[in-house]
Nanobody
């Protein structure tokens, strides 16, 4: 069992920045890639960013590439979000998935085994 706790959400003006953090605790018998997803009101949850177990490989959605940066320190990940717009307003979820490939991470929700409760990020004009 893995527990994920997000923090860092809040209210920020357009063009500003937020840094989200996620701390994983519990079972350490498996290696986990980790990622961020988000869900805006009335929309489906979408992939944002992911990082491999070793932290040597990262993936971003087209909409955030160049603005967001994902990083990890063991079982803690961060998402630095810059140049935020109203389209980034969403509940952001941290997730973890078990893998034998230490250099890979998934963009698919179904490949993730554990999810945090989410943290709200709101971008105002």
């Amino acid at each position: 069992q893995v527990q994920l706790v997000e923090s860092g959400g809040g209210l920020v003006q357009a063009g500003g920045s937020l840094r989200l953090s996620c701390v994983a605790s519990g079972s350490t018998s498996r290696d986990y890639f980790m990622g961020w997803f988000r869900q805006a009101p009335g929309k489906e949850r979408e992939f944002v960013a992911a990082i491999s177990v070793w932290g040597n490989s990262v993936w971003y959605s087209d909409s955030v590439r160049g603005r967001f940066t994902i990083s990890r320190d063991k079982n803690t990940i961060q998402l630095v979000m810059n140049s935020l717009t109203s389209e980034d307003t969403a509940v952001y979820y941290c997730a973890a998935g078990g893998t034998l490939n230490l250099s890979w991470a998934s963009k698919r929700e179904n490949d993730y085994d554990y999810w945090g409760q989410g943290t709200q990020a709101t971008v105002s004009s």
